[in-house]
T-cell receptor
Framework: DVKVTQSSRYLVKRTGEKVFLECVQD?????MFWYRQDPGLGLRLIYF???????EKGDIPEGYSVSREKKERFSLILESASTNQTSMYLC??????????FGPGTRLLVL | QKEVEQDPGPLSVPEGAIVSLNCTYS??????FMWYRQYSRKGPELLMY????GNKEDGRFTAQVDKSSKYISLFIRDSQPSDSATYLC?????????????FGTGTRLTIIP
């Protein structure tokens, strides 16, 4: 079974803090994704990566950056957290011929 | 207009009923169709993954795709309280692995014992 893990289930941060969300997958997948999920808006793609050190912007990259130094690990960085970044953050991974598998999510609250 | 439309519900049905969940879409280039189940405060879990038109069955679940009508459905037979969750449809134009998925907003389903 594909296993995607995320470093935290719940996080509470202050406005202006730098926030790191980490995702690890154990299936040697080339592709990894970060989404945010908000009520009524569904899942929106923030960034994705198709290889180590490679990244592509998704639909809503503003205010976020990513890092992929190792194949199994994909980090999402909020450079200066704001209240409108309060959300559920979901990481996913995939390989050619298959669809995306998701981690359990991180609920981030920015105060 | 959104690329993928999904009735948000909520939908409540008695245990044992047949449930029908649906999505419509506007992009005729979509070829791959998925249904994810998401329990409260958890990540989406892949239920069904289908290519092009037709039906696919897996236990109590049947996924149906009608590309001519741009309409996909998920049927749940003999529904159980454990099926209570939000169901997300998703679709893509390819399956190379790095393509973007386009999601519906999800339908919240409750099965009443």
């Amino acid at each position: 079974d594909v296993k995607v893990t995320q470093s935290s289930r719940y996080l509470v941060k202050r406005t202006g803090e730098k926030v790191f969300l980490e995702c690890v997958q154990d299936m040697d997948h080339e592709n990894m994704f970060w989404y945010r999920q908000d009520p009524g808006l569904g899942l929106r793609l923030i960034y994705f990566s198709y290889d180590v050190k490679m990244k592509e912007k998704g639909d809503i990259p503003e205010g976020y950056s990513v890092s992929r130094e190792k194949k199994e690990r994909f980090s999402l960085i909020l450079e200066s957290a704001s209240t409108n970044q309060t959300s559920m953050y979901l990481c996913a991974s995939s390989i050619a011929g298959e669809t995306q598998y998701f981690g359990p999510g991180t609920r981030l609250l920015v105060l | 207009q959104k690329e993928v439309e999904q009735d948000p519900g909520p939908l409540s049905v008695p245990e044992g009923a047949i449930v029908s969940l649906n999505c419509t879409y506007s992009n005729s280039a979509f070829q791959y169709f998925m249904w994810y189940r998401q329990y409260s405060r958890k990540g989406p879990e892949l239920l069904m993954y289908t290519y092009s038109s037709g039906n696919k069955e897996d236990g109590r679940f049947t996924a149906q795709v009608d590309k001519s009508s741009k309409y996909i459905s998920l049927f749940i037979r003999d529904s159980q309280p454990s099926d209570s969750a939000t169901y997300l449809c998703a679709m893509s134009t390819s399956n190379f692995g790095n393509e973007k998925l386009t999601f519906g907003t999800g339908t919240r389903l409750t099965i009443i014992p």
